[in-house]
C-alpha cells in the first residue's frame, strides 16, 4: 500500500488549506484515515481520525477549525484546514490502519507552513 499525500504548502494566519491522501495496492484491509503532525523539535501527534463507520476524533488543538473526512471506497482521505494559526505550522502526515498491520501506513509528509 501507497499513501501518496498533496495539497500542502506556504498559508498566511487566518488562512485555509485542503490535504488529500489517495492510498493504492492492497487497500481492502485499511478500516481507518487519519492525520498527524509534526511541529520541528516537536513529537508526531494526532490531528484527525475518520473511521470506516464515519466517526471522526479530533485533537484539542484543531477542534472547530480542522474537518477531517474521507471516502472509504476509494481509501481517500481530507483535511480543512480554516482559520490557521502559525502553531499550526508542522509535517502532515497521512496515517491509515489496517488489520494485520500494527503500524498502519504512513505517507511521506507535507510541510504546511503558517506565515505571513
Known amino acids: 500500500v501507497q499513501l501518496v499525500e498533496s495539497g500542502g504548502g506556504l498559508v498566511q494566519p487566518g488562512g485555509s488549506l485542503k490535504l488529500s491522501c489517495a492510498a493504492s495496492?492492497?487497500?481492502?484491509?485499511?478500516?481507518?484515515m487519519g492525520w498527524y503532525r509534526q511541529a520541528p523539535g516537536e513529537q508526531r501527534d494526532v490531528v484527525a481520525v475518520?473511521?470506516?463507520?464515519?466517526?471522526?476524533n479530533y485533537g484539542d488543538s484543531v477542534k472547530g477549525r480542522f474537518t477531517i473526512s474521507g471516502d472509504n471506497v476509494k481509501k481517500t482521505v481530507y483535511l480543512q484546514m480554516n482559520s490557521l494559526k502559525p502553531e499550526d505550522t508542522a509535517v502532515y502526515y497521512c496515517?491509515?490502519?489496517?488489520?494485520?498491520?500494527?503500524?498502519?501506513?504512513w505517507g511521506q509528509g507535507t510541510q504546511v507552513p503558517v506565515s505571513s
Open positions: 495496492g492492497s487497500t481492502f484491509s485499511i478500516y481507518a
Open positions: 496515517h491509515m490502519s489496517a488489520w494485520g498491520r500494527p503500524n498502519g501506513y
Open positions: 475518520v473511521s470506516s463507520g464515519g466517526s471522526t
